[in-house]
């Protein structure tokens, strides 16, 4: 048995894929006999802490907006006996240097997942905040990495990928499966319930974007493709399902009614369960139009329900995707989103029920649950029998109270730089 701490800076669900990635692995992980717990920057109490089905500890409330934790390294430095291995997941916020700095002089080794939070895009998408993250880069993330055992990434493109934010870079990368689990529920009374909650769905041949609305996901693009391409077929129907954590859906929903398609859109907000499940089934294909997506739980989960998917080259996973067949891919331009739409609506039926069927394949292929936590289980007892590695002496931090009087101020001016990458996710 294995025991595996999981730590991120929030637990809360509308964070996207991280936490839904650690709460499949992490199951599908206990079922093969290991232990898996999350340790958290959020308050203790928080409501959704009870959603997760590992235990959770929250080691918040935080001093700033990069989530400084007086009670993180103390209580890690305390615990780490008690596992055989730590999962930084995400960078940019405080667990994962407080992780490199309580475990230092330690036998607990860590390991991280980036989420794609390495995504050149951001620095081309938001330079100023590129900048500021260079101010503790060499210091801080940076060691972070080099210091990890290995760090890992859920496709080789995303590997890629992260070599290309900041010249000074080492690590030691390892590309491991990721996924999610098969769907066992009743998709027929999930659809009905889908359906009963959003009637107007009813009948419909619905386009389905399932994730944050978040600029980096290409919403107005989806909604322009829209309006050019099926705003003349009425029998379309275009479905945003998901959390509006910027603000963007009233920009969006102007967008849309000075295109004439308003009526002809439906925001559902968050949707999670049978809810989930219900706008997949009710939907005949899934749309990901993003500027930049590390792997895309939700296009594994509607690659799994036979749900074609249309994405753009930026979707970390579009080569599984176009060498299996199981959708299209394109660039993300309008032109290309629109190139999406109307390459599918021209394929025959003959072919878009080909289109399914191999969707699901895909998804057995390379995005099953199972595989990704056998190959997360092989990383994790290679670095856990592995010799620990020796740290520079003058780089050990004598006490964790100094470590944290010390990063207070640092971090407070910095505290505006939050992560634009966590799913979603996803």
Known sequence: MIKILHTISSANPQGGGPIEGINRLGTTLETMGHRVEIASLDPPGAPFLGQSPLTI?????????????????PWLRAN???????????IW???????????????TPYVVFTHGMLDPWFKKRYPLKHLKKWMYWPWAEYRVLRD????????????????QSFWLYRC????????????????????????????????????????????KKGCDLLIKAFAKVLASDPSWHLVFAGPDQTGWQKKLARIAKSLGVASRITWTGMVSGAMKWGAIQSSEVFVLPSHQEN??????????????????????????????????????????????????????????????????????????????????????????????QNFPREERP?????????????????ADVKPESSRASD
């Open 57 to 73: 500890h929250p080691l918040g409330p935080t001093l700033s907006g990069y989530g400084l934790s007086t009670r993180f390294i």
């Open 80 to 90: 780490c006996h008690r596992y055989d291995a730590v999962i930084v997941n995400g």
């Open 93 to 107: 916020q405080f667990h994962s240097l407080g992780v490199r700095l309580a475990l230092r002089n330690t036998r």
């Open 148 to 163: 990890a055992r290995a760090v890992l990434f859920t496709c080789e493109e995303e590997r890629v990928l992260a070599r």
């Open 172 to 215: 030691n990368e390892v590309v491991v499966g990721y996924g999610t689990n098969r769907p066992t529920v009743d998709f027929e009374a999930c659809r009905k319930e889908f359906l009963f909650r959003f009637p107007e769905l009813q009948g419909k041949r619905v386009a389905l974007f399932l994730g944050r609305i978040h600029p």
């Open 295 to 388: 792997f895309g739980i939700a296009v594994a989960e509607a690659l799994a329900a036979g749900l074609p998917a249309l994405v753009t080259n930026k979707v970390n996973i579009w080569r599984e995707i176009e060498a299996s067949g199981a959708g299209l891919v394109a660039g993300d331009s309008l032109n290309g989103v629109c190139s999406l739409l109307q390459t599918y609506t021209e394929l025959s039926p003959g072919a878009k029920s080909k289109m399914r069927g191999r969707a699901q394949q895909c998804f057995e292929e390379n995005f099953e649950i199972k595989k990704a936590a056998q190959s997360l289980h092989k990383i994790l007892v290679d670095v856990i029998e592995a010799k620990p």
């Open 398 to 414: 004598s006490s964790s109270s100094s470590i944290l009087q010390g990063l207070s101020g640092k971090f407070r001016q910095a």
